[in-house]
RNA sequence: GCGCAUGUGGUGAAAUUGGUAGACACGUCAGACUUAGGAUCUGAUGCCGCAAGGUGUGGGGGUUCGAGUCCCUCCAUGCGCACCA
């Protein structure tokens, strides 16, 4: 019997669908376990090798809590809402939910194929209005609260209402978001649209005017985050600021509780650290500066006082103070600016308002910048100060101006050198002349009461200074900006507002959810408007009552779909808290890094949102987060010569080729040294082209004295050997030494035409383009499941990014044909062997010592393996256990099964055919995860490795409970010891119980 | 520029607490069985060397009886952020 792993696969498959054996139930007296994936956005593209990995490598552990007891959580799903849908709709007509609806189908049968554990009953998808209609009924909950900074959480607005109501905004009630302070009286004055306009300022999801990322191509807003470098990260389109009415996130709210949050959970350093960098918290201290009265005619500015707020983290520096900076949009330069220097103040702000983020981010750090005539008072030592205004100061971090210390930071002495003002040296020695010195360990000189002081003191003493004579306080800042809500698109969650007289008002809870219309267009509506606007209809609601015409970004359905897969049909709640209180956090949450910050953010914020308002009883939606690494494609590359090409000239190719002035973009730089030096003295040159060999000519259509024939290697002994030529085109192969060409039409191989190359190969991101996409499919239908899942894991770290290369598969394929082979011979049948019932008629058959101890050390190493994710290292031990076993010709199915179950969550095909082939009728999936007996490991001897001086000389064996001493005297009676001593003395002796000896002479 | 991560055979990698570096595979070489081998099995395989032996975890330095592992420093690659005061 062979392992017919076509058969057993689709069996099992079968078998489990319709047992339902994966349905998980959330009533259960075990342990609770969830383990969740990132859900896939259904690309038209399918699932290439890199998806699965993630998959694969949950699959595993949630297979393996299961057998452990717990009962797993471990659900799928689709992000189904997005750009690309639409923008395809754009292109070709097809309606979004139609083309999602069929990428869908794709990937769930792709996902059937690998035999995951997938509870299906629970899938969900962020475009089904039974889904949508609690993302709209969370942003409503979000609308109608505000957060309370006294007791550091959200509230109900309603509650904001109250304190309005009852004491008004005053400085003292701690909740002043908004510039305007009134009392009780007046708030009761106020009329309802005035009253809503203020509550929109305290409301977590708000909408406001601001800067928004537009970007033109795709005729939307786009998030912080979805902008890469001045252009979209979809499209690469570019992206300017302008100015939009837009909803937003108050993420900004949360931004202390976001970080501290990342203390309790169990993320990467990494990807800690990215967070933290995301949310960009600086301690500092914003600090009023006054302005001396304006000289020039008519100056207003003597009759009042002007004064300039900064923010620096370095209070410590105020005495370097040589000059400030103002952003060129801060309000205060129209007020400051002199008549003198109002015309090159005019100049410069024409100049920064013609240049785009594009261009601020594309050139090297260039200073400019410009005086605006005014000074302001250094309010410690009475100096002087020039106030400028600069590009480098950006206007919406801090206060959007700063005091500018050259000595110490390198930005404001570039700007100092640049225009020529002078810098003062409060740091001593610590300050070279020619580059500003952050040191905070320099003592303070010229520096007034701070002479003398360490500067990492003296931050304290300024701060309380600062204080106590009320020019400014202590400050805490985040680079964090609110997040936008809104896009001008139409594949995405209608918002549930409506405006009234313009003032915006949600829906009714019983209208939810607004269903996105059907649409025949997908062109933008007029103004920036989204797609939505065109509708009438569907917009305006009659009696001046209108619908809100954005949609909701990508990432708000994904923001909280964790929450549904706990108790996905519910109709009446987004999930019912006893769901909810029973599932509680994602255990295990396994996903890409490009993640990072957008989702992973977005959806801890959600969360604390909804513990705060009392919906669920956990503030972190992950407690443990994995991430799986990249997966890379590796393409092959022939570079060929494009000029023309005379025949035979192909044998002096040395002298025929160079390259362009600059080399083509993708040659890897190992390559030049193949033609640089010695081709490019020729008068007849070649240029080489770059060109995508599509690999599946490499894996799949070689044989094999041809395979690797497009490696690196191979490309240099060809081109050395001046051989071999190719014509490339898509479906060309190399075959028995020529390339050809499949006519479609004879339906025969055409041997093609010939030009000189050399071919290279690189890694870089899976892509159609690159022709380097391998596809699980065609490696399924070779080898299995089975092998695949395995392969995959096999690879190396799952954290880690890595190429992805087919070769090694062949090596897990054989391991689980040896491992068929320990049950059944190809002609004998099977050979597995069971004892008998009774001892007295077992004459010999126990299970030896050997043999236990085999399966006990696979029990031990590939349980704690799965439990840290290090599933490259327990593939090897399944190996390394089945070798032995063989070598042992052990068959016994006593062994044999506990081995099964533990391979069932790797391999659980292969697995569940072999535990039903030994007589079980259970599933696997449901057995019993062995235990380990540290029994059968102990030795009663063991080998100690014995060095001198440090190097490993021999080995020895000792008795297991050997005692320092005795090891000692054996060891330096070891006739290999003395060799090494060489009759020196022996200065000591280390022994190492269980590990090693060292003689040191 | 700042932050984080990673550097180990021809290749993917292993070494969990400082204790026999290279497990397990791929590839390669030799052999067995075969009409055949893209099946299976056996053996070899870091590098130098006939061998004894030497040498070896990006480079240099240090701590230690002992360093891939800890410390310092430099280099390379990848990722993230990037005028954030």
Not at 277 to 303: C, D, M, Q, V
Request: aromatic letters at 12%; proline letters at 5%.
């Amino acid at each position: 019997m062979e392992y017919n792993y076509r058969e057993i696969e689709k069996k099992w498959q079968g078998a489990w669908k319709k047992s339902g054996v994966y349905k998980v139930s959330n009533d259960s007296p075990k342990p609770k376990f969830y383990v969740l994936d990132m859900f896939p956005y259904p690309s038209g593209a399918g699932l290439h090798v890199g998806h699965p990995l993630g998959y694969i490598a949950s699959d595993i552990y949630a297979r393996y809590k299961r057998l452990k007891g717990f009962n797993v959580l471990h659900p799928m799903g689709y992000d189904s809402f997005g750009l690309p849908a639409e923008q395809y709709a754009l292109e070709t007509g097809q309606h979004p939910a139609v083309t999602t609806e069929k990428n869908i189908e794709t990937f769930r049968q792709q996902l059937d194929n690998i035999g995951f554990s997938f509870d299906w009953s629970r899938e969900l998808r962020t475009s089904d209005p039974h889904y949508y209609k609690w993302t709209q009924w969370i942003f409503l909950q979000i609308f109608n609260c505000w957060f309370d900074k006294k007791e550091n959480k959200a509230r109900r607005i309603e509650d904001l209402v109250e304190i309005f109501e009852q004491t008004g905004n005053t400085a003292d009630n701690g909740q002043r978001q908004t510039q305007r302070l009134f009392s009780a009286n007046q708030w009761k004055d106020f009329s309802d649209e005035e009253k809503q306009e203020v509550l929109m300022e305290y409301r977590l999801a708000y909408s406001a005017f601001g800067e928004v990322n537009w970007c033109e191509a795709l005729g939307t807003v786009l998030a912080n985050d979805e902008v890469v470098n001045g252009v979209s990260e979809r499209g690469g389109h570019p992206v300017v600021k302008k100015k939009m009415r837009q909803w937003y996130m108050r993420i900004t709210d949360y931004a202390e509780r976001l970080l501290g949050g990342l203390e309790k959970v169990d993320f990467s350093d990494a990807m800690k650290e990215m967070q933290r960098n995301w949310i960009g918290r600086s301690e500092g201290a914003e600090i009023e500066f006054s302005l001396t009265p304006n000289p020039s005619p008519g100056g207003e500015g003597s009759k009042q006082s002007l004064k300039i707020e900064v923010y620096t983290t370095r209070p410590d520096t105020i005495f370097g103070v040589d000059f400030m900076v103002l952003a060129p949009e801060h309000e205060l330069v129209s007020q400051i600016t002199t008549k003198e220097q109002q015309p090159a103040i005019d100049n410069y702000l024409t100049y920064v308002k013609s240049r785009s983020d594009r261009e601020r981010m594309a050139e090297v750090k260039q200073v400019t910048g410009c005086f605006t005539g005014a000074y302001a008072v250094n309010p410690f030592s009475g100096k002087q100060i020039p106030v400028w205004i600069a590009e480098y100061v950006l206007a919406g971090y801090g206060t959007g101006a700063i005091m500018a210390v050259p000595c110490g930071d390198q930005r404001d002495f570039d700007f100092a050198k640049h225009f020529g003002i002078p810098v003062t040296n409060i740091i001593g020695d610590y300050f070279n002349g020619q580059d500003a010195n952050p040191t905070k360990e320099a003592i303070l000189t010229n520096s007034g009461f701070l002479d003398g002081i360490q500067m990492k003191d003296a931050i304290a003493i300024v701060n309380d200074k600062i204080e106590e004579i009320g020019i400014g306080q202590r400050k805490i800042n985040y680079k964090m900006r609110d997040a936008g809500f809104s896009r001008q698109r139409y594949w995405g969650e209608p918002f549930p507002i409506i405006y009234k007289n313009g003032v915006a008002y949600p829906v009714d809870l019983n209208e939810l959810p607004v269903e996105l219309p059907h649409v025949e267009q997908y062109s933008p509506g007029p103004d920036g408007q989204g797609p939505l606007a065109n509708i009438r209809e569907w917009v305006n609601l009659g009696g001046g009552i209108q619908r809100e015409t954005n949609t909701m970004p990508g990432y708000a359905g994904s923001s909280w779909y964790f929450l549904r897969y706990m108790d996905p049909h519910n109709d009446a709640e987004f999930a019912d808290k006893k769901a909810t209180d029973y599932w509680n956090q994602v255990d295990v949450y396994i996903g890409g890094t490009e993640h990072a910050v957008g989702h992973l953010l977005y959806s801890r914020m959600w969360t604390k949102v909804l513990y705060d308002l009392g919906y669920i009883g956990f503030d972190e939606p992950f407690k443990k987060l994995v991430n799986q690494g990249m997966i890379q494609g590796v393409s092959q590359i022939a570079y060929v010569a494009t000029n023309d090409f005379e025949e035979g000239v192909h044998k002096s190719m040395r002298n025929t080729v160079t390259i362009p002035n600059s080399p083509p973009a993708s040659v890897p730089e190992s390559m030049l040294h193949l033609y640089s030096s010695e081709i490019l003295n020729d008068e007849n040159k070649h240029l080489f082209k770059p060109y995508n060999i599509p690999v599946d000519v490499v894996e799949i259509n070689t044989v094999n004295s041809e395979r690797n024939m497009l490696n690196i290697e191979l490309g240099q002994k060809l081109y050395s050997q001046r051989l071999s030529a190719i014509y490339i085109k898509s479906k060309t192969y190399y075959y028995k030494g020529n390339w050809r060409s499949w006519n479609e039409e004879n339906n025969s191989w055409e041997i093609i035409e010939a030009q000189p190359f050399f071919t290279a190969s690189m890694s870089e991101k899976m892509s159609k383009s690159k022709y380097n996409v391998v596809n699980p499919e065609s490696l399924i239908d070779k080898y299995g499941a089975d092998t695949f899942r395995m392969y995959e894991m096999f690879l190396g770290p799952v954290e880690q990014s890595k190429p992805w290369d087919t070769k090694g598969i062949e090596g897990v394929h054989r391991f689980l044909k040896k491992l068929w082979r320990l049950f059944f011979d190809e002609v004998k049948g099977p050979i597995w062997t069971t004892l008998a019932p009774s001892p007295s008629e077992r004459a010999g058959g126990e299970v030896s010592p050997e043999e236990l101890k085999v399966l006990h050390k696979a029990i031990k190493k590939i349980g704690e393996d799965t439990e840290r994710f290090s599933y490259n290292t327990a593939v090897s031990a399944f190996m390394v256990c089945v070798n032995e076993l063989h070598d042992l010709k052990c068959y016994k199915k006593e062994i044999l099964e506990p081995l099964l179950i533990l391979l069932a969550p790797y391999a659980p095909h292969i697995a569940e055919e072999l535990f039903h082939q030994l007589g079980n009728t259970t599933s696997v999936i449901d057995a019993h995860y062995p235990k380990f007996e540290s029994k059968y490991l102990v030795e009663s001897e063991q080998e100690y490795p014995v060095s001198i001086n440090g190097k490993m000389r021999t080995t020895i064996i000792m008795s297991a409970d050997v005692q320092p001493a005795e090891a000692e005297r054996i060891a330096l009676a070891n006739e290999v010891v003395n060799k090494w001593i060489e009759g020196k003395p022996v200065k000591k002796v280390i022994f190492v119980k269980g590990k090693m000896v060292n003689v040191v002479v």
